[in-house]
């Protein structure tokens, strides 16, 4: 919808649209240590995502927005990741 100034005038959609998206990381968020970067070409361009496992392990997923490298990190643990088939093994539901 046009207005006098030739513009386009702002309806309750662009109202809404001016809160800004949330994060999959947000700042303050607890992760797990050995996070801030990546483990194989240290950068610091990283997805995290806090999860909970099926046995209630919490973990910090990473993934490399680089080198596409990808870990699980327990958030009470000392920054040692765990491997693919603990992951698996512990969100199994048996």
Known sequence: MATAGGGRRKGR???????????????????????????VCASPRLTRLHLALADGTDVTFVSCH?????????????GTPLDR??????SSRA
Not at 66 to 73: D, M, N, Q, S
Request: glycine letters at 8%; a negative charge.
């Open 66 to 78: 680089e080198c596409e490298h990808r870990a699980w990190f327990p958030i009470a643990g000392d």
């Open 13 to 39: 959609r662009a109202e809404q649209d001016a809160t800004p998206l949330g994060s999959l990381s947000s700042p303050g968020q607890q992760h797990a240590p050995g996070t801030e970067v990546c483990e």
């Open 85 to 90: 088939d603990e992951v698996v093994r512990r």
